[in-house]
């Protein structure tokens, strides 16, 4: 299977702001939201029904 691993670097405040467990989730389903939306709308890369493994690190 094809996999996406996500690397999200902190700067600014970031890292105070995703201390707190709700917001840290926030920022990890939005993330997670952009490669759905790509392999939605990619029909050549992706057939229906087929989706890649994805993996998000925030540090």
């Given amino acids: 299977p094809t996999s ?7 700067g600014n405040n ?5 201390s707190a467990p709700q917001t840290f989730r926030s920022k990890e389903i939005s993330k997670s939201n952009v490669v ?5 709308s990619n ?5 229906p029904g087929e989706h ?8």
Wanted: charged share 20%; aromatic share 6%.
């Fill in 4 to 10: 996406i691993v996500s690397y999200n670097h902190l």
């Fill in 14 to 18: 970031d890292g105070m702001n995703l």
């Fill in 36 to 40: 759905d939306d790509m392999v939605s």
């Fill in 43 to 47: 029909g050549i890369l992706y057939e």
């Fill in 52 to 59: 890649p493994d994805h993996v998000i690190v925030i540090k």
